[in-house]
């Protein structure tokens, strides 16, 4: 298992949209329900007010619980078919610094998707994750709304 997610973890920090952007994943607890998460500010991610550009803002906050949802249900051995459904940033403050996002998921959204996928076979989920600065200021937070379904639900 802790092969499985070093191997994620690489595969990630590799994929092209996060690797240009300067995403980088620096830890993923052993049963998928943290994730922590380093955007960092350099010449590639900066607009013409030197801060970090609001698209990587938004791409740091993308991908990652659609990911952790996947590989929760895959250690139960379940294969749902995930995806981002809606996302809503809300800038606070420019990003003058690196940014460093933790993307939690609590049990309790795990029995409401539970109890959603056999009753209906489907569910949507909100997550909110926080990007911080170096002093743990608060410069964008967003809801990312995950859709899952279980394609061998049957009514």
Not at 9 to 17: A, E, W
Not at 53 to 58: C, K, P, R
Not at 98 to 107: A, E, H, R, T, V
Not at 114 to 123: A, F, I, M, P, S
Request: positive net charge; hydrophobic residues 40%; glycine residues 2%.
């Amino acid at each position: 298992m802790k092969f499985r997610k070093h191997f994620l973890k690489i595969i990630l920090n590799l994929f092209p949209p996060l690797f240009f952007n300067r995403i980088v994943v620096k830890n993923i607890s052993d049963d998928y329900l943290e994730m922590d998460v380093v955007l960092k500010k350099t010449f590639f991610n900066i607009n013409f007010h030197k801060t970090i550009f609001g698209g990587s803002i938004f791409s740091a906050c993308d991908p990652f619980f659609p990911t952790m949802y996947y590989n929760i249900f895959k250690l139960q051995d379940r294969k749902l078919i995930i995806w981002v459904k809606n996302a809503e940033i809300n800038y606070l403050l420019p990003a003058n610094t690196s940014l460093k996002l933790k993307f939690q998921i609590n049990n309790s959204h795990l029995s409401e998707i539970e109890k959603n996928l056999q009753t209906n076979g489907k569910c949507e989920i909100k997550n909110e994750v926080e990007a911080k600065n170096k002093n743990n200021e608060i410069c964008a937070s967003a809801i990312i709304t995950t859709y899952l379904r279980d394609s061998n639900f049957m009514n």
